[in-house]
């Protein structure tokens, strides 16, 4: 018996990166899974995955940022599946042109990342949550960021966004506490994902040799894996999380007790 048996759980952004090890880690606890990602190779592979391992999921093309794909995939959830019982708002951009001062910026590029970055945690819960209600209650999880708490140079429409998540996690959660619904955000650090690879490749340094720098910036010295962050979003969506909403949990190898981290390259790692 696993922890979500015939759960439903939606994961945004959940073909590759933290979102790919979130969708693989609640199908091995009996959930059924919906994958909503733009990656159609990734996603179809990572539905693969789940199934030959006799786990139960779907994929989902389409953009977070957009009503159609946010509403098209709660409809798919819950035709499938009979509801959506957790909700993993984790997708997330960070392109490697976007590190540039508020005034280089492209207002296009603002637009796409505010839109995918937060706007999609609006449109996703505005859909859901209405499921949510019918079946008493559920969990809203958002991956939000270090950058969320303080920021590095270059990144105004990344730490607006995730900022942002954070403010509207406090406030969703006090809308729908009385429904039984919790909204909770995990912050992580420098995840070793596609995101985090491709931000630190734009730094035309060695790769592996910058990943290890990240990683020791970090006070227990280690770039963070896709599991530290599965672990605790699984967690915070099961019972033993009952009494736990309206907070966030930094997933970050020590960086905010740290505090002067902002040197680090791609401190953060939510896709």
């Not at 073909?15 to 994958?35: D, K």
């Not at 733009?38 to 994929?59: K, L, M, Y």
């Not at 798919?76 to 997330?92: D, K, M, Q």
């Not at 981290?261 to 896709?271: D, F, K, L, P, Y």
């Amino acid at each position: 018996m696993g922890e979500f048996d015939g759960k439903s759980v939606i994961v945004t952004g959940g073909a590759l990166g933290i979102g790919g090890g979130a969708s693989e880690a609640f199908a091995r606890e009996g959930a059924n899974v919906t994958i909503l990602d733009w990656n159609t190779e990734a996603g179809d592979a990572t539905v693969a995955r789940i199934t030959s391992s006799g786990g139960t999921a779907q994929f989902v093309h389409g953009d977070a940022g957009t009503s159609e794909g946010c509403r098209t995939t709660v409809d798919a959830a819950v035709e499938s599946y009979g509801g959506v019982n957790v909700l993993f708002n984790n997708v997330g951009i960070q392109p490697p042109d976007s590190y540039v001062d508020a005034v280089d910026l492209p207002e296009k590029t603002w637009d796409k990342i505010i839109a995918v970055n937060l706007k999609s945690r609006f449109l996703m819960a505005k859909y859901s949550i209405p499921h949510m209600r019918k079946a008493g209650g559920g969990v809203i999880i958002s991956s939000a960021s270090v950058q969320g708490l303080q920021s590095m140079g270059g990144v105004s429409a990344y730490a607006a966004s995730k900022g942002g998540d954070l403010s509207l996690m406090r406030q969703m959660s006090l809308d729908f506490a009385p429904d039984n619904i919790r909204v909770v955000c995990v912050n992580p650090g420098a995840i070793d994902t596609p995101m985090v690879r491709n931000a630190i490749a734009g730094t035309g340094g060695d790769l592996e040799d910058e990943l290890i720098t990240t990683g020791q910036a970090h006070p227990l010295g280690r770039i963070g894996q896709t599991e530290d962050i599965a672990n605790m979003v699984l967690f915070l969506a099961s019972d033993k999380a009952s009494f736990v909403t309206g907070s966030y949990f930094n997933v970050d190898g020590g960086l905010m007790a740290m505090g002067a981290w902002a040197g680090t390259v791609g401190a953060e790692g939510s896709n």
